[in-house]
């Protein structure tokens, strides 16, 4: 099974501030046939079910504002989230689906002081 | 609109069996990937099971977790998902979340359905 290390569990920071959460597998989520990442990263809001954010590492899930930026590629992927606002207070998660079974990362809690 | 719409859980004793249903509409559901995610109160998400579409002859996978215990199946004429999970185990306790693949993994979600073993 691929294992998904994902830092740091939480971090607090204030609105219009750029945070970056990390995600490490541990087996290359590059396809050589169609040179995709599989990574994706998800959003969860307190009480509210996930919803997709970044997929294939770097596209932006549609209606996912562009302050959402996921880079990365192989083992090494990031979520940066630029200009902070108060909405974004949630957990993260990253996520492979490059082979079964599909594992997420242990997830980042973001808080905004 | 896309919706997702998971019902069945409840109440269980460990050993028992339960049946997830999730009604979908605002989208062709037969030629899309569906999935039943899990998450522990207060825990992080934990993908069980995947069923793909006729084209991919309707192939099924699951978490090792419950590998032998719980089956995804589907009825495209009724739009629909479920998950049969017998031989509950405290462990299964969780919100079950209906998730659909398009155009990315877990792409749109239920609100979720809570199952919770105890005796």
């Known amino acids: 099974d691929i294992v998904m290390t994902q830092s740091p569990f939480s971090l607090a920071v204030s609105e219009g501030e750029m945070v970056t959460i990390n995600c490490k597998s541990s087996q290359s989520l590059l396809s050589s046939g169609n040179q995709k990442n599989y990574l994706a990263w998800y959003q969860q809001k307190p009480g509210q079910s996930p919803k997709l954010l970044i997929y294939y590492a770097s596209t932006r899930q549609s209606g996912v504002p562009d302050r959402f930026i996921g880079s990365g590629s192989g083992t090494d992927f990031t979520l940066t989230i630029s200009d902070v606002q108060a909405e974004d207070l949630a957990d993260y998660y990253c996520?492979?689906?490059?082979?079964?079974?599909?594992?997420f990362g242990s997830g980042t809690k973001l808080e905004i002081k | 609109e896309v919706q997702l719409v998971e019902t069945g859980g409840g109440l269980v004793r460990p050993g028992s069996s339960l049946k997830l249903s999730c009604a979908t509409s605002g989208f062709t559901f037969s030629n899309t990937w569906m999935n039943w995610v899990r998450q522990a109160p207060g825990k992080g998400l934990e993908w069980v099971a995947l069923?793909?579409?006729?084209?991919?002859?309707?192939?099924?996978n699951y978490a090792e977790s419950v590998k032998g215990r719980f089956t995804i199946s589907r009825d495209d004429s009724k739009s629909r998902v479920y998950l049969q999970m017998n031989t509950l185990r405290d462990q299964d306790t969780a919100t079950y979340y209906c998730?659909?693949?398009?155009?990315?993994?877990?792409?749109?979600w239920g609100q979720g359905t809570l199952v919770t073993v105890s005796s």
């Open positions: 069923i793909k579409d006729k084209y991919s002859n309707y192939e099924a």
């Open positions: 996520l492979q689906h490059y082979s079964s079974p599909l594992t």
């Open positions: 998730t659909r693949w398009y155009p990315g993994p877990f792409a749109y």
